[in-house]
């Protein structure tokens, strides 16, 4: 297998490991953003029970609220970290103009696409790999919901509910 040569995809003389680095940190604060499903989600069951003494009893009649009430906007870093990319890939168009004008030369090569591999390609991948993350988090998110919600207050169609675009309000 070749080895990836990333200078093939970006603009030329452009430093990537910035870009990488800048990437590194908004993967990373969204993920630390999307933990607060976890507050909520514990907030949530411990309103399942009433204590007595030194004991959790389950309320009876009470139930979980659904998934995407929990959830809320705690992927929202993720589609901020997509949307980044598109300014980024803008970026990489703009650099073409600055300092030597490689515009020129990109539009002269006879590969007619090289100007949009070396704007694209990067930006895609990333946002792409955001999506997968963003993908990832909430099925993982989602299996917690189900193992820790206990049977007889988990209300049907979860599933169907993820894809409700407004979730109600409680």
Same mark, same amino acid.
């Given at each position: !297998?070749?080895?990836?040569?990333?200078?093939?995809? &970006? *603009?030329?003389? !452009?430093?990537?490991?910035?870009?990488?680095?800048?990437?590194? &940190?908004?993967?990373?604060?969204?993920?630390?953003?999307?933990?607060?499903? %976890?507050?909520?989600?514990?907030?949530?069951?411990?309103?399942?029970?009433?204590?007595?003494? !030194?004991?959790?009893?389950?309320?009876?009649?009470? &139930?979980?609220?659904?998934?995407?009430?929990?959830?809320?906007?705690?992927?929202?870093?993720?589609?901020?970290?997509?949307?980044?990319?598109?300014?980024?890939?803008?970026?990489?168009?703009?650099?073409?103009?600055?300092?030597?004008?490689?515009?020129?030369? !990109?539009?002269?090569?006879?590969?007619?696409?090289?100007?949009?591999?070396?704007?694209?390609?990067?930006?895609?991948?990333?946002? $792409?790999?955001?999506?997968?993350?963003?993908?990832? %988090?909430? %099925?993982?998110?989602?299996?917690?919901? %189900?193992?820790?919600?206990? $049977?007889?207050?988990? $209300? *049907?169609?979860?599933?169907?509910? &993820?894809?409700?675009?407004?979730? *109600?309000?409680?």
């Amino acid at each position: !297998m070749k080895n990836f040569d990333v200078e093939k995809y &970006i *603009p030329a003389g !452009m430093d990537y490991w910035q870009e990488f680095k800048w990437l590194a &940190i908004g993967a990373g604060l969204s993920f630390f953003y999307s933990l607060g499903f %976890l507050f909520r989600l514990n907030g949530a069951y411990e309103r399942l029970f009433r204590r007595i003494g !030194m004991r959790k009893v389950l309320i009876e009649g009470a &139930i979980m609220p659904d998934f995407p009430v929990i959830l809320d906007k705690s992927l929202l870093g993720f589609g901020i970290l997509v949307f980044g990319m598109i300014i980024l890939a803008a970026y990489h168009y703009s650099y073409h103009y600055q300092g030597s004008k490689s515009i020129y030369l !990109m539009r002269r090569l006879p590969d007619r696409f090289e100007l949009w591999r070396r704007c694209l390609t990067l930006p895609l991948l990333f946002a $792409a790999a955001a999506l997968l993350l963003a993908g990832l %988090l909430l %099925l993982l998110y989602f299996g917690l919901y %189900l193992l820790v919600t206990p $049977a007889a207050c988990l $209300a *049907p169609g979860q599933w169907q509910k &993820i894809w409700q675009v407004i979730p *109600p309000a409680y």
